[in-house]
Nanobody, 131 residues
């Protein structure tokens, strides 16, 4: 069964940190760009970060302006997992966080950012930033 499973969410105080994990089963993430997205209550889903395949000629990571300098995306192909380290969390970071994978290795982060080629989504993990 092809699936992505997010974990690591929870309740954290402003200024705190969390590390989210996105573990894949049933398929390999090795040659795929992977994206993190989030959806806050009453708001549309937005792209947060993306990481290209390590084998990509133009290896890249990118971030939404709202999280630059605070969030770091990484991947461990040996564990078939992508991570999102979130530091200096703010109340406005409160949302359900999802990871997603495309249907093809040709999908770049620029494609994922506009939801192009996305095929597999995780169930989401809730991050609540509150004092």
């Amino acid at each position: 069964q092809v699936q992505l499973v997010e974990s690591g969410g929870g309740l954290v105080q402003p200024g705190g940190s969390l590390r989210l994990s996105c573990a894949a089963s049933g398929f390999s993430l090795d040659y795929l760009s992977i994206g993190w997205f989030r959806q806050a209550p009453g708001k549309e889903r937005e792209a947060v970060s993306c990481i290209s395949a390590l084998s990509s000629v133009d290896f890249t990571t990118d971030y939404a302006d709202s999280v630059k300098g605070r969030f770091t995306i990484s991947r461990d192909n040996a564990k078939n997992t992508v991570y999102l380290q979130m530091n200096s969390l703010k109340p406005e970071d409160t949302a359900v966080y999802y990871c997603a994978a495309p249907s093809t290795p040709v999908a770049a982060c620029a494609d994922l950012r506009i939801y192009k080629y996305l095929e597999v989504w995780g169930q989401g993990t809730l991050v609540t930033v509150s004092s």
